[in-house]
Every structure is written in C-alpha cells, then in structure tokens.
C-alpha cells in the first residue's frame, strides 16, 4: 500500500489530501514515515515538503518542523504556501519574529490571499499591533469586497483597540465599509 501511494504521487495536491485523510486513519508514525518517503521519492514538489512539515507540526515536532521549513523555502523561494507553513512552524517555536517575516513574504508573494492576509493580521494581533493588523485587514477587504472574513477580523480588532465608541455611533461602519 505504502509502495503504491508513493508511486501514484504524481501531483502535489493528491500527497495534501492523502496526509489529510491518514492522519485519521494511520498512527503517526506510520504517517510521518508515508510522508517522508513520498518526500525522497519527489523532491521536486512542494507539497511533498508541506505535507512532511505540517505532519511534524500535527505530531508537535515543532523543531523539526521549523528546521525542514527552512530548507523548504530555501528550495521554492517563491511559494507562498511554503512560506505561510513555515509561518506557522516558526509559531510552533514561538519564534515571533520569524513568524513574521515569513507571513510578510507570503503575503509579498501572494497579495490577494485572504488566508495568508488574515494569519498575518493574526500575528498582528498577537504582538499587539492592532493598527498593523487593522490595515493588513482593510487591504483584504479592498482586494475581496464579497469576502466577510477579512471584514469580520476588522471589526473585531476595531473593537479591541479602543476605537469602538466612535464606530458604535454607526455600526454599519464596521461591516458596509
């Protein structure tokens, strides 16, 4: 089972979805081992590394994962994907500086990502930067005026940073703008 997985992966998106499925199904070793073997078999894609790295965070191996991180984005320099997985095994680390930076070039690279603008509002947030966070959000809203997530986000973080008595004057102010 283990040789087919590995010989039919073809396309990255299918080894995504085969790391997502086997976690439920497999222990982790089993699937961390099924990972790293689709990893040697196809160095080429950067879902084969993705798939190893979120495993390593899923099994919080966080070390690890930061470390595999760094070689991914070093070997797809412009993968935004990458780049944002690196984000978030950088947090597993607690190393909030180079969460960011990693967030920040993902968002370079991917400007019109709601996923990757809102994790980089997140972090934000975290550090306690509400007026970074508030305008990473409004350039979401601006790039996807349908989406309500980015919208949501800045609503709530209008309301964290004091600024809300303001906006409670017209609440349409934090969700029509």
Avoid at 164 to 176: A, I, K, R, Y
Wanted: with cysteine.
């Amino acid at each position: 089972m283990l040789f087919r997985s590995i010989r039919q992966t073809l396309a990255g998106p299918s080894l995504l979805n085969f790391a997502a499925n086997a976690r439920g199904v497999w222990p982790a070793p089993r699937v961390l081992a099924a990972l790293e073997a689709a990893l040697a078999a196809r160095l080429d894609l950067w879902e084969a590394w993705a798939a190893v790295i979120q495993e390593l965070g899923a099994q919080r191996r966080f070390d690890e994962a930061a470390e595999r991180s760094k070689h991914a984005v070093e070997r797809f320099p412009f993968c935004a994907n990458l780049w944002l997985i690196r984000a978030q095994a950088l947090q597993g680390v607690s190393d909030n500086a180079g969460e960011l930076d990693a967030l920040k070039e993902a968002a370079r690279l991917d400007p019109h990502s709601l996923h990757i603008s809102i994790e980089l509002a997140d972090a934000y947030e975290r550090r306690g930067d509400l007026t970074a966070a508030g305008t990473v959000l409004q350039m979401a809203s601006i790039r996807a005026p349908l989406a309500s997530a980015p919208r949501f986000n800045l609503a709530r973080i209008t309301w964290r940073s004091e600024e809300h008595t303001s906006e409670l004057q017209s609440p349409c102010n934090l969700v029509c703008r």
